[in-house]
Every structure is written in structure tokens, then in C-alpha cells.
């Protein structure tokens, strides 16, 4: 499973998606308002054409897969996109003169990527049936567990396989997100999240299990925020 880790130079040209998939466990500290604020600085020097966009999406519907009470848990949730999202546009307004295409940023729930394609269900099932039947994959499912301190319960494992699935069908171009600046005509994806993603992911969009690989995303693999480099699925 060889990867390829570096910095991102310049973006291509043509319209492209940034992606940030909101973590409900991080979006007060490391995915915070102010934190995307400064990982987008960073961007700017790579743009070499003003035909990005930026795409906030929020896991909270992902998170749907744990026990608990779900009143709560939709309270707990709600406020907390709500605010992060309000806090990121007053920020936006506050920084015009670097930012100033406002249309250019969009705000999604997670449940927004099931109305986005056909069968988003059905294709879980099939990413949970290569798991039964793929040791490496299976096995790479542990290790991340383990790696992150998490019991791999039924819940863990649903909420692993939603999120790998999701990762899959977006780099592949499956999942069509609302932007009013890009309007659907991005010609590439990058996928950024701060830390590195995990092996089983790695592995599953490098097996291709679906046959939805041929789909031309040079950015196939995920932007560490961190590090600051890019994971390359594809090499």
C-alpha cells in the first residue's frame, strides 16, 4: 500500500472544490472557526486561478452510528454547527480583503451526501460486504482502531465504513456538493482535514472494490493540515 507524501506547490487550473469535513469531536479546537481561517491562508499562495471553492461539511449525522440519546446528541450538535458556522462567516467578513468571494464558501449537514446520489445505501452495504470478505482491509480497519483507542464495536465499525465510503465517492467525483460560486463545475477535489487519514481508507480507494476509480481527480488522497502535505492514494 505505497503512498506519496508532499506539499501541494500550486493548485491545477480550472474550477476546483476544497473539502473540509467538520469533526464534531474537534470543531472546537483544531477545527475550529478561527483554525480553518489560518489553514486557508495557507492555500492562498498555491491558487493559481480565482475558480475555487470551499466546502464545509459537518459529520454530525456520521456520529449517528454511536449510542446515546439521540434528543441530546441532535441539541449537542445543532449548536455547535450552527455557531462554528456563524463564527467562520463573521470571520470572513472581518478578513474581506483576503476572502473576498463570499458565494464561494458553502455549509452542509452530513445527511445532505445521502440526497446528493441515488444509492449512497446501497453502496455502504457493498463497502461493508468487501470488509467481510477482504482480510487486508479488515485488518487495516483494527489497526486504525487500535491506533486511535477506539473499541471496534459494531457502532466503531459502522462509523469507520460510512466515513471511508464517503471519502471513496467523493474523490471519485460520486458526490455533488453545493457551492454557489463552483455550481458544479469543478474539475477537482481536495479532501483536507487536519492529521493523517487512515490506512484502511488508503486501501480501500486504492482497491477500488466499486470500479468508480477511473474518475480523472489529480487530488485523489487526503491534504494533512497539519503536516502539510498531501497524501497521494494514487502512487
Known amino acids: 500500500m505505497p503512498t506519496e507524501y508532499f506539499d501541494i506547490n500550486k493548485f491545477h487550473k480550472g474550477w476546483g472544490l476544497i473539502v473540509f469535513p467538520i469533526s464534531m469531536t474537534r470543531i472546537a479546537n483544531a477545527q475550529s472557526a478561527e483554525a480553518h481561517i489560518e489553514y486557508l491562508r495557507q492555500f492562498v499562495p498555491k491558487v ?48 474581506q480583503l483576503e476572502m473576498q468571494v463570499h458565494e464561494a464558501f458553502s455549509f452542509d449537514s452530513w445527511f445532505q451526501m445521502h440526497l446528493s446520489h441515488p444509492d449512497v ?61 463552483v455550481k458544479g463545475r469543478e474539475e477537482w477535489i481536495l479532501l483536507a482535514y487536519p492529521g493523517m487519514p487512515p490506512k484502511a481508507q488508503i486501501y480501500l480507494i486504492q482497491n477500488d472494490p466499486l470500479s468508480i476509480g477511473k474518475y480523472p481527480n489529480p487530488y485523489k488522497g487526503q491534504y494533512d493540515l497539519v503536516s502539510r502535505k498531501f497524501v497521494d492514494y494514487s502512487k
Open 48 to 95: 493559481v486561478e480565482p475558480k475555487i471553492g470551499v466546502h464545509f461539511l459537518y459529520t454530525e449525522g456520521l456520529y449517528m452510528n454511536m449510542p446515546g440519546p439521540a434528543y441530546e446528541m441532535k441539541n449537542s450538535y445543532l449548536n455547535s454547527m450552527v455557531a462554528h458556522a456563524n463564527a467562520f462567516k463573521k470571520l470572513l467578513k472581518k478578513n
Open 121 to 181: 445505501l446501497g453502496l455502504q452495504r457493498e463497502i461493508k460486504k468487501f470488509y467481510e470478505t477482504n482480510d487486508i482491509f479488515r485488518s487495516l480497519v483494527a489497526e486504525d482502531a487500535l491506533q486511535n483507542k477506539k473499541i471496534l464495536n459494531e457502532h466503531q465499525l459502522s462509523f469507520f465504513l460510512e466515513e471511508h465510503t464517503f471519502a471513496y465517492l467523493l474523490l471519485n467525483g460520486q458526490i455533488k456538493l453545493r457551492n454557489d460560486f
